[in-house]
């Protein structure tokens, strides 16, 4: 929601299976309530579920599914976000002028990443980098990038690093506990 205004289609890629086997019946329930997407896909984990090369590669093809079908709608860039990642809408628009005035660039970020409380963030940015609005076409994949990223989010081998947005990572904030989320982060075994 905090970027809506600034994109044209918002696809949702889901399931209701976690890669290690958890069902949360929560998001068939927020689908069936929220009108803040145009198009969702579901993806359920299959053979393999409960390895963490499993998780990464089911990962790696839910956000190219979402790509895909950016594709097949004729967009020339996307985002790739997770529900629990949001933006300030004026960095966000920020950032869009950035990449309309450059786009063959792929962008990344720096992230805030958040912990127990929407209010409380870890002092500093996180270690890592997000890739923020890439051109496409564009696939996804474990290939080298200039900047620490996330493996199944890697859509080109360099990114131009935009400091002055971030990504707020809510990744620790649950409403079912964090326990919930270290038996079913696709980073598990870290």
């Known amino acids: 929601a905090s970027i809506r205004d600034h994109v044209d289609v918002v696809i949702i890629v889901w399931q209701e299976k976690s890669n290690w086997g958890e069902v ?28 963490t090369q499993f998780a990464m590669k089911h990962e790696t093809a839910k956000r190219q599914a979402g790509i895909n079908k950016a594709i097949e709608l004729g967009c020339t860039h996307f985002i790739g976000m997770d529900s629990d990642e949001l ?50 076409p564009a696939t996804t994949g474990m290939r080298k990038t200039n900047l620490l990223i996330d493996p199944t989010r890697r859509t080109s081998g360099d990114y131009e690093l935009l400091p002055y947005i971030a990504m707020r990572h809510f990744s620790w904030v649950r409403k079912n506990g964090i326990e919930s989320k270290t038996r079913n982060s696709t980073a598990r075994k870290n």
Not at 24 to 51: A, K, T
Not at 108 to 122: F, G, M
């Open 24 to 51: 949360n019946p929560d998001v068939r329930e927020w689908l069936n309530h929220n009108n803040s997407y145009d198009i969702h896909i579901q993806m359920e984990p299959g053979l393999g579920l409960g390895s």
């Open 87 to 136: 933006y300030r809408t004026d960095e966000f628009a920020a950032g869009k002028a950035k990449a309309i005035r450059n786009p063959s660039i792929s962008f990344a970020v720096p992230i805030w990443v958040y912990y127990k409380s929407p209010t409380l963030c870890l002092d500093g940015f996180d270690t890592t980098y997000v890739p923020f609005i890439c051109p496409l």
